[in-house]
């Protein structure tokens, strides 16, 4: 069992005029309104000059390269509308965000990990107005939820490309990027209007399997799920002066992450105490199902804006990260035999037979 790892993130203020005008007090994993006390509410709290480089270092990094060895991931983020969670996740020229680290990552370590052989598939998608797109393939909308043994919870009919190399990974990111509903509101001039999930899938196995007499763990097949999300952010609608389309996305938006809040507050609940969790009342909570109490590495990074106008919005995303802070996962590495070894343990295990039977006749 091992703890969510929630962070904190404070954006710089908007307007320089107010940028010495600070509400809230960063100090090392506390952050508080006026006095410099308060309980720790999550792992990390990054002030105003933190950069996307030092988030991955000590928040997603870990997360990633236990991806590569086979346990599943996910890093999101969360918080109201034009806080900094677009940023955080996708970057800016000069320092690239979680993404785009993460994807670099995961190559360079395929590479230097020698004794296995990997197959990656990465897809794209968007959950607009509750209907999830593919962004890959835009023909593909309006896809279903299933839930298999083997496959565990997956969109059918997403589109899946086999990679190579990080380049070619980022490449399709930014052609999936352009899908995307992005709309322009009171808050954000490029204010995301979906939540988006770009998954990468890691399979690998041994390369040394060629030993016919035994079977070992370099016959296994490890299947890694690694969830990076965007989420689309909280809003008032009188503070966004959303209206038409806009209402309707951000009415959407609020429902689905209100029952993601749900979920949380059920989970951070003991085990006692808690009883149904309501994955099913949203898409967003049910693909994210195993990411939240389930089998996987996850880490929240909760952005907050600093100005004054938003305190109320800011407490909600700091009571959110205290909640998840503590949820506890159970992550284990994902590996199954392979048919010619399972074939190859059961031949060793009739042959097993056969001595005891031929032993006891004796
Ligand atoms: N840490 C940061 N440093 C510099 N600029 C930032 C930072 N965080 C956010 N910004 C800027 O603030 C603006 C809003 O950020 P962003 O679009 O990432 O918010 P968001 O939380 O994704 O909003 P929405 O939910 O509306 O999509 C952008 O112009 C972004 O470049």
Redesign the pocket.
Known sequence: MEKICVAV????P?APETSNVTYWKPEDNRISLHKPLGTPISDHV?D?T???ASVYELLTREIIHAAVEGFNGTAF?Y????????????G?ET?PGIIHRAVKDIFEKIQMTTDREFLIRVSYMEIYNEEINDLFAVENQKLQIHESLERGIYVSGLREEIVNSAEQVLKLFESGEVNRH?GE?N???????SHTIFRMVIESKGKDTHSSSEYSSADAVRVSVLNLV??????RIAK?GAGGVRLKEGKY?NKSLMVLGNVINKLSEGARQRGHIPYRDSKLTRILQPALGGNAKTSIIC?I?PEEVHIEETKGTLQFASRAKRITNCAQVNEILTDAALLKRQKLEIEELRNKLQGSRA
């Open positions: 993130r404070v954006r710089p908007v990054f105003q933190c950069t996307n983020a918080g109201q509308t034009s806080s900094g969670k677009t940023f955080t996740m996708n800016s320092d992005f509101t808050m954000n001039v490029r204010s995301s209007r965007d989420l689309a952010g909280s809003e966004t938006i952005t804006a």
